[in-house]
């Protein structure tokens, strides 16, 4: 079967809206056979448009597997829209969670470490309390047991047998003069030299009682005499006086140190057990606080042999830059991880930018953090050239850590445009040395702007002020080493301290003079112009 598509209208079919025409010329057999069944006329063609409805109805059934295709190609878009966002999502989530964790655990940043280092590192919270309890004779501790204890105390006084005002001289002496005082009036109650003592009246109311009985009392008072006689060891008074010999060496037993069983001796064993114990556990707690502290050094000495000691020297740097920049209008930038003029170069740690008011408006210093062994002084060199090259720098800066300095280095050294300075950020007197190296840099880009002859001569003070201040720096650090090592030079190192000290303020001033001379110079000229 053939079908066109005509623009006319055809047949008396009813026309409505979206209504199409067709002139359809039939060539099937079995169709041809079928619609000539029918008159010609608008029969015919009523069957004619029911046939082909019929067929437009079953090829769409047939279509479904193109709209199952659809629909599954929609899913996996869909699928694919839910997995984007829940990366997106988690990503975010990801990011979230490290600034949090990184908030409290950063190695500097965070909250964690900056609260140990304040109570492990050197005059830290932790140092502060054990000095203040342990350390030296001015310690709680040894105020403590040397104000109950010790030599200067009240109980050691007591206790002492060589004091004659102690508890145990005081003792004895009590003891002996009542002993005294209770033999004394025994033998006196019965010594007949005595008229009032008790034997004494006793004999003589027996006697003129009864003078038949004076045998018999002789017989009596020689057996009294016997019993209250010291040569009959027998006798009531020996016994007496025996025991009380015995009261009186029990007592002195007991108040003894010569005897290890005695009480006192006992006390005196005890406290000192006491006392030892407090050392020792003293003792253990002095070689807890030595092995832990020497533990985190051991730590700062394995974190200084490791890569990230390298970092930690560039932030140190950084802080200085800052500190020294704070009131001069400069601005510092540290661009160590940004690409600087040069395709894929990062050369060049930070760059300080000199304020309006300095006499080089718009000048550029780059600076180089180093604490690395491996570079020698043509390295550093090279690598100061490329680093002004790639930041747009007019003079360049090296800052090498003293710990890994080449050895030989000068303190502060110029090649040119570039400056080479060593310091060590654990000792404040080489911060003198990183001061002059920024002063010494930005009197060079002040000569770069300026070429005239009064420039070139004030900047031949300033390079001698520079040296002088160097090897002043140099004597300053031996000054350091020989207070450290040699103390009864005290007074000679610190007068050359004082006098090196002068030296280095004279040649600073003479320094920040020239220039100032320099921006006031820049200034006119650009009045002038």
């Known amino acids: 079967m053939d079908v066109k598509q005509v623009t006319s209208a055809h047949g008396d079919c009813n026309r409505g809206e979206g209504a199409l025409s067709l002139s359809v010329f039939v060539t099937d057999p079995e169709v041809v056979a079928e619609l000539a069944r029918h008159a010609d006329g608008p029969a015919r063609e009523q069957y004619a448009l029911s046939a082909l409805r019929l067929g437009v109805l079953a090829l769409r059934q047939a279509s479904g597997s193109i709209d199952a295709d659809r ?11 839910v997995r984007a966002l829940l990366s997106e999502q988690a990503t975010a989530l990801t990011s979230n969670l490290s600034g949090v964790i990184a908030q409290y655990f950063d190695p500097q940043t965070g909250d964690l470490p900056q609260r140990l280092d304040r109570l492990v590192r050197r005059d830290g919270d932790l140092e502060a309390v054990l000095r203040r309890y342990l350390d030296g004779e001015a310690s709680s501790l040894a105020r403590t047991l040397a104000e109950h204890v010790g030599e200067s105390s009240p109980l050691f006084k007591h206790l002492s047998p060589t004091q004659s005002d102690g508890f145990l001289a005081t003792l004895q002496q009590a003891i002996e003069e009542t002993l005294r005082a209770s033999r004394d009036h ?76 005695s009480p006192l001796a006992v006390l005196r064993r005890e406290l000192l057990t006491v006392i030892k114990s407090l050392n020792d556990a003293n003792t253990a ?35 200085m830059l800052t500190q020294q920049t704070r009131n001069s209008g400069d601005f510092v930038q540290c661009v160590s991880q940004s690409v600087g003029r040069i395709p894929r170069c990062k050369v060049g740690d930070f760059v ?65 445009a570039d400056i080479i300075v060593v310091w ?58 020989m207070a450290g090592t040699v103390r009864s030079h005290g007074d000679k ?12 303020d004279q040649q600073l001033a003479v320094l920040r003079q020239n220039v100032e001379g320099l921006k006031q110079f820049s200034s006119d000229e650009a009045a002038a112009a």
């Open 71 to 81: 629909i599954r190609s929609e899913g996996e878009r869909l699928v694919g829209d």
């Open 186 to 261: 025994v033998l006196l109650q019965f010594s007949l030299d005595e008229k009032d003592s008790a034997l004494s009246r006793l004999v003589a109311e027996m006697t003129d009682s009864n003078g038949k009985l004076r045998a018999d009392l002789a017989a009596d008072i020689d057996t009294v005499r016997r019993e209250f006689s010291l040569d009959q060891p027998d006798g009531a008074l020996s016994r007496l006086v025996k025991r009380v010999d015995d009261t009186t060496a029990q007592v002195r037993s007991s108040l003894t140190l010569d005897s290890e069983t």
């Open 285 to 319: 707690f002095h070689t807890e606080v030595r092995s832990t502290l020497e533990a985190l050094q051991a730590r700062r000495a394995e974190a200084a042999q490791s890569t990230r000691h390298g970092l930690e020297f560039e932030d140190a740097v950084g802080n």
């Open 352 to 416: 300080l930018t000199l304020g309006p008011e300095s006499a080089a408006p718009g000048a550029g210093i780059v600076i180089e953090a180093k604490e690395d062994r491996s570079y020698d002084l043509r390295k550093m060199v090279d690598e100061l050239t490329q680093a002004r090259e790639n930041r747009g720098a007019q003079v360049g800066i090296a800052v090498l850590s003293k710990a890994t300095a080449p050895d030989g280095i000068e303190p502060l050294s110029r090649f040119g």
């Open 424 to 481: 060590d950020r654990d000792d404040t007197t080489s911060d003198i040395l990183f001061t002059a190296a920024l002063s010494l840099a930005r009197a060079l880009v002040v000569r770069e702007r300026s070429q005239q002859e009064r420039v070139q001569a004030e900047f031949g003070a300033i390079e001698d002020a520079v040296r002088r201040i160097a090897k002043a720096g140099e004597s300053l650090g031996e000054i350091v080493t």
């Open 493 to 504: 190192i610190r007068t050359r301290a004082e006098r090196l000290q002068e030296d280095i």
